[in-house]
């Protein structure tokens, strides 16, 4: 059991993955950052508050802090967003790399196979 252990971690698959999480985490504190300390003073000037999560309803001695629930949404879609646009660009890139190593068509073989047969002539 201990060797099947060893064999699973030692795939590539589950470092990459190991690294993806560890690098996720912190790229969420950078988007908790920019979502507190930059947009939500932005929008904060729009709705006459600074802080959203202080937004609280109070129905009796319940408190629905929706201010908070709007801090969580921003962070949603801005780390959404940014893993759309670095998925696209991965996908972009695998496509150019794709098109270099495709096999030429067979039209385009026969043309050259007719150009060396040419030039073989010509000599």
Do not use: H
């Amino acid at each position: 059991m201990l060797k099947e252990f060893k064999t699973f971690i030692a795939r590539g698959n589950v470092i990459d993955m190991a690294v993806g999480i560890i690098v996720g985490a912190a790229f969420t504190s950078i988007v908790k950052s920019l979502v507190n300390n930059l947009i939500n003073p932005l929008i904060g000037l729009f709705i006459g508050r600074i802080d959203l999560s202080n937004l609280v309803l109070t129905v009796g001695d319940a408190q629905f802090k929706y201010g908070s629930f709007l801090n969580a949404v921003i962070n949603f879609l801005i780390i959404s967003f940014v893993v759309f646009l670095m998925v696209k660009a991965i996908n972009t890139f695998r496509k150019k790399e794709d098109k270099k190593t495709e096999a030429p068509s067979e039209e385009v073989m026969y043309l050259k196979e007719i150009t060396e047969l040419l030039k073989k002539n010509k000599e």
